[in-house]
């Protein structure tokens, strides 16, 4: 580890000295450029002058080089003015130039010999990118986050960007989103899941983006989710937001009370304000919320489930002077909730209750060394934890009565997780003109992450008891079967350091060239004695993308990219490697006599004892981080004034999978006849004794050490994009969308699907039993994904919102249970190859806001919104039962009926 921290450090170093103290913008910024020209002849020495309200310390000015070419770095986003003036021609000035986080707009002048002052409105060329290689990305500026129906959830927005339903993205696993806050990753370390939820009310724009992203990024499969939030500015302003969505404003799309949903109930209140502490010099932005959710479930009878959520966001903007800027912002919420897991078959103190309190901080620095270099740092992270809390307390066992199907006495199990997690990125970037043919913009990076982790889990009073009422045989209190456990507690640390070295070539005018290489180093640390565990080989992810400027106006250009992108490492692949206690089983004495004869009276007898710990389990010393490779095409056109349309091809590989495998089973195939059907299956037998296998986290390959592996783990993403972008003006925008797409492969996207997942956990070559018929569709596997948002100011200052999507729906599979024809423990196998003859139906959905605005006044803006969700009140089936059997497709849930929520606004 030593070794390769001096190595990145010695690379960087090397190169920037090479190439000079790469782009001219970054995760949070974006950049500005262009040329200025007359009679096609570059003019040099021209002053050009930007301004805007995000830019603190007021106009910027530069002036043209020999080539006619200037350069604004590291711009915060906002909507820009820009001004180009020459003694002897007449000025131009440029408005409504909007700058969105890690873009470079590029805009051009052509000046004339005159006097004549030209204002002239930008005709739209700042949509389109020029010189990033990256396609399908979407920004969803705050005209649309702030005027869309929502959640107001934050993690949720990324559900609303092209090709992504479920959180996942392009086809991949459902925790392939990287969710980022001001350009650092906040997914969770144990899982890769969101964990840090800011307040909807400071989100001012969210990029989601990856479809050929840049060497600058990593440790994701599916897409990179970045929030950034509000700061202050010059001018005092503030807002108060809120809403409530009643019990009774929910409706029905069913007539079956089985599937009728909890129904919700929603408080929110927002107060954000921000401004100067001194002007041009330090603003402030702050917000506080409470938000409420209150959920009443058909059948229980311990009242609502209620979830508070209050959160504090403070952040500061200094800029000394004009080349050094320093953010820093905190975040702190509680999540605490009750009467987690309560259902109709739940009593009221088997229920769990919720306490998850967290703290997220960032601070970055900028120094800008001259319009060609900038450098940035920055240190964020969190620290939090998540208990859920049998209701009863730790000391009492919880009860499960298999007659009645109910849960009583107390929950059966508690989890705590204890999340850290510390992030250092740092950033050189350098434009070198005439270097090497063309000009260039380098960026080097080194970055560090280190995450402290630990899960605690277990049964009340070490217990958990499996009773059942209607047994003859079982006691007075339904005494049938026991779990004992005396729980486990697993800390963990996850180690990342990261370098990476990229360039935008400008060959030509026309021609931009995206090379980019990144070098990732993980280790997974457990407590002592076994320590470093986990221990992959570096991993490499070369780069390679161009830009072609198509008529060398900005207004359309032609874009490829090829690059591989390796997964983070997540604690969920090692932790379950640390020691663990065992899993004892236990049978009440009278129902043991009854089964297999013996003399017990009343009490328990153990039958089995199960080991869940590392001493079974080894690590390939080889061991090779999974990978994603990508390619994708795509031209982008500006249509007219504000208005671009997009076309995109996305392929995409994910193989190298790591996973546990049994090293020393021994089966033979036995014949299983489908009850249901009579169809016969080939299954396998464990011939040497379960008791005795061994297992290794490897890689696992067909055709390599290990027989048991039959199938090489693999998904494939292809994928059509089209799309449509409208940035706001003339009182509206639209973003559209259409993507036709076919996700496939043997290793599921979806966490709860087949069982078999992609974090180094599923049973796929834990037993052979488990690669039968798992090649065909994945379950998230939408053909077709229609996507349509926007936002219109109609007459009298009212707001339309729409939200509508239309996904075609999963797959899912049948299974059958194998037990009494195998030796080893049962196991479920697929009826037909992996969605290959069953898929829900498409879900089609529109939400609505209708929003009028009031002012009173110069300063105050009050607004009144309705919002509609499901406006149609669509009944769509979204779970079945897929157990083989008379219940097969009986339905499980639908989704939620159309509900209302009302809300109010003041501007100030």
């Not at 990856?210 to 970045?226: D, K």
């Not at 919102?801 to 797959?811: C, L, P, V």
Request: hydrophobic fraction near 35%.
């Amino acid at each position: 580890m030593k070794i390769f921290v001096k190595l990145s450090v010695i690379l960087i170093f090397t190169l920037s000295l090479l190439y000079l103290p790469a782009y001219g913008q970054s995760k949070e910024n974006g950049a500005l450029d262009g040329k200025v020209y007359s009679d096609e002849q570059a003019l040099p020495g021209v002053e050009v002058a930007i301004e805007s309200l995000s830019l603190m310390g007021g106009k910027r000015v530069t002036i043209t080089n020999a080539e006619g070419k200037y350069r604004f770095v590291a711009l915060p986003m906002g909507e820009y003015a820009i001004e180009a003036r020459l003694e002897g021609f007449n000025s131009i000035k440029k408005t409504g130039i909007k700058i969105t986080v890690g873009k470079t707009v590029s805009v051009d002048f052509a000046m004339q010999l005159g006097k004549i002052t030209e204002n002239i409105e930008v005709t739209g060329s700042a949509l389109i990118d020029v010189k990033d290689s990256q396609t399908a990305v979407t920004t969803l500026t705050n005209e649309l986050i702030e005027h869309m129906p929502n959640s107001q959830t934050v993690s949720a927005i990324v559900n609303l960007a092209p090709g992504v339903t479920q959180d996942s993205a392009f086809g991949a696993h459902d925790y392939g989103v990287q969710y980022q806050i001001d350009g650092v990753d906040v997914s969770d370390p144990g899982l890769g899941s969101a964990y840090v939820f800011i307040d909807y009310g400071v989100v001012e724009e969210a990029q989601i983006m990856g479809i050929g992203a840049p060497a600058e990024y990593g440790g994701y499969t599916g897409i990179v989710f970045n929030t950034i939030t509000k700061s202050g500015s010059n001018n005092f302003k503030g807002m108060f937001d809120s809403y409530i969505q009643a019990n009774k404003w929910n409706a029905k799309n069913s007539d079956d009370p089985g599937l009728a949903p909890p129904k919700e109930a929603y408080y929110n209140a927002h107060l954000s304000m921000g401004g100067p502490f001194i002007k041009d010099k330090l603003w402030f932005f702050t917000a506080a919320q409470f938000l409420q959710r209150r959920r009443t479930i058909t059948g229980y009878t311990g009242g609502e489930s209620v979830y508070d959520q209050p959160r504090l966001f403070f952040k500061l903007t200094w800029q000394p002077n004009e080349d050094n800027r320093f953010n820093i912002f905190l975040h702190g919420d509680i999540y605490n909730g009750s009467n987690r897991g309560a259902s109709a078959y739940t009593s009221p103190e088997a229920v769990r209750d919720q306490k998850s309190p967290e703290v997220a901080y960032n601070g970055s620095f900028l120094h800008i060394f001259s319009d060609a270099t900038f450098f940035e740092a920055k240190f964020a992270g969190f620290i939090s934890y998540y208990k859920l809390i049998p209701h009863m307390g730790y000391d009492t066992p919880g009860h499960f009565d298999r007659e009645t199907q109910f849960s009583t006495v107390n929950s059966n199990t508690y989890y705590h997780s204890f999340r850290d997690h510390y992030q250092v990125n740092t950033a050189l970037s350098h434009h070198a003109e005439d270097f090497i043919i063309g000009s260039h913009d380098f960026k080097f990076g080194l970055e560090g992450e280190y995450n402290p982790s630990k899960d605690e889990f277990g049964y009340p009073g070490g217990k958990f008891y499996y009773d059942n009422t209607g047994y003859p045989y079982a006691g007075s209190q339904g005494q049938y079967y026991m779990y004992q456990y005396d729980g486990y507690s697993t800390p963990s640390k996850s180690v990342r350091i990261s370098g990476f070295a990229q360039d935008s070539w400008e060959i030509s005018d026309r021609l931009k060239i995206n090379p980019g290489i990144r070098f990732n180093y993980y280790r997974g640390i457990l407590a002592d004695p076994i320590g470093t565990i986990f221990k992959p080989k570096i991993a490499i992810e070369p780069r390679i993308g161009f830009t072609f400027d198509v008529f060398g106006d900005h207004s359309t250009a032609l874009k490829a990219h090829w690059g591989r992108y390796c997964e983070n490492l997540v604690t969920a692949k090692f932790s379950g490697l640390a020691p663990l206690p065992d899993l004892n089983g236990f049978l009440w004495g009278p129902i043991y006599n009854a089964w297999y004869g013996g003399n017990y009276g009343n009490e328990w007898v153990q039958v089995w004892a199960l080991n869940f710990g590392a001493a079974s389990t080894t690590v390939d010393d080889n061991l090779s981080m999974p990978y994603m490779d990508q390619f994708t095409v795509g031209i982008e056109r500006e249509l007219f004034k504000d208005l671009s349309v997009g076309v995109n091809f996305i392929y995409r590989v994910t193989k190298n999978f790591q996973d546990r495998v049994l090293t020393n089973g021994e089966f033979e195939p036995v014949t299983y006849i489908d009850s249901t059907t009579g169809r016969s299956y080939t299954v396998f037998s464990q011939t040497n004794d379960p008791g005795q296998n061994q297992y290794i986290i490897t890689n696992p390959k067909k055709g390599g050490p290990y027989d048991i592996v039959g199938i090489d783990p693999k998904t494939t993403y292809k994928g059509l994009e089209f799309m449509i972008n409208k940035k706001f003006s003339n009182n509206w925008t639209l973003l559209a969308s259409y993507i036709l797409s076919k996700a496939t492969g043997n290793v599921d996207n979806w966490w709860n699907g087949r069982g078999f997942t992609a974090v180094g956990n599923s049973r796929m070559f834990t037993d052979p039993n488990n690669q039968i018929n798992t090649e065909g569709r994945l379950t998230i596997d939408p053909t077709h994904m229609i996507k349509i948002q926007g936002s219109i100011i109609l007459p009298w200052d009212v707001n339309f919102g729409f939200n509508y999507s239309y996904i075609t729906g999963n797959t899912y599979n049948r299974w059958l249970r194998v037990s009494d024809e195998i030796n080893q423990r049962a196991v479920n196998i697929l009826a037909d190859p992996a969605g290959s003859k069953y898929r829900y139906k498409a879900q089609s959905n529109l939400d609505v806001r209708l929003q009028k605005d009031f002012k009173l006044g110069a300063r105050i803006k009050v607004g009144v919104l309705v919002d509609a969700f499901n406006l149609f009140n669509t009944g769509t089936i979204t779970d079945i039962i897929t157990d083989s059997g008379p219940e097969f497709g009986e339905t499980v849930s639908i989704v939620y009926p159309r509900r209302f929520r009302v809300g109010l606004r003041i501007y100030f």
